[in-house]
């Protein structure tokens, strides 16, 4: 039986997850996230592993730094 994966995504799959990611955060208050490309290889693991073991707590603590940073980005902008 073959094993089942979230694949980097080579369409525009990957952008509407992230798309709705923010709509969700923003919708709960937080800033929107940026996920950084030189970050993106974690994230695409976070999300394979949260997938194949249904442990989400890299995924829930990578997203969680990413806010982090990106808030701090939104409020020197603003500050």
């Known amino acids: 039986m073959a094993s089942l994966s979230i694949h980097p995504f080579v369409d525009a799959n990957g952008r509407t997850a992230r798309l709705l ?17 030189d970050i993106r290889s974690e994230y695409y693991d976070s999300l394979d592993l949260a997938h ?6 890299r995924f829930f603590k990578l997203v969680t730094r990413s806010t982090e940073e990106s808030l701090d980005l939104w409020l020197s902008v603003v500050g």
């Open 21 to 37: 990611l923010n709509f969700e955060l923003m919708n709960a208050g937080f800033p929107p996230v940026i996920i950084k490309k």
């Open 52 to 57: 194949t073991t249904g442990d989400y707590g």
